[in-house]
Nanobody, 120 residues
Framework: QLQLVESGGGLVQAGGSLRLSCAAS???????MAWFRQAPGKERDFVAA????????LYADSVKGRFTISRDNAKNADYLQMNSLKPGDTAVYYC??????????????WGQGTQVTVST
């Protein structure tokens, strides 16, 4: 059983950076983690994933080279560093756990989300 709480969202100008955090309770270190995002009126899209031991990462093409996912199992947390933000990155960002791949339905746990808004 996991509980996930996202933080770090906010309003930023295009070209700026934000770092999202996902704090977890439970046996965090055994789970692959991921970030998804959902813009108004759109489906939830995959952003990035990291394996339970940090050895493998996966990124959506739209964020490759700009976003970096990482984790600290000692702190029960994972992170999404977002650089060179674009207005198209505006969405609610969700931390998810317990799956792998590009489909949100493949993950067993998720948080309530944090809003990221990128202005022009």
């Amino acid at each position: 059983q996991l509980q996930l709480v996202e933080s770090g969202g906010g309003l930023v100008q295009a070209g700026g950076s934000l770092r999202l955090s996902c704090a977890a309770s439970g046996t965090f270190k055994f789970y692959n983690m991921a970030w998804f995002r959902q813009a108004p009126g759109k489906e939830r899209d995959f952003v990035a994933a990291i394996a339970w031991n940090g050895d493998s990462t996966l990124y959506a093409d739209s964020v490759k080279g700009r976003f970096t996912i990482s984790r600290d199992n000692a702190k029960n947390a994972d992170y999404l560093q977002m650089n060179s933000l674009k207005p198209g990155d505006t969405a609610v960002y969700y931390c998810e756990a317990g799956g792998w791949g590009l489909e949100s339905s493949g993950y067993g746990w998720w948080g309530q989300g944090t809003q990221v808004t990128v202005s022009t």
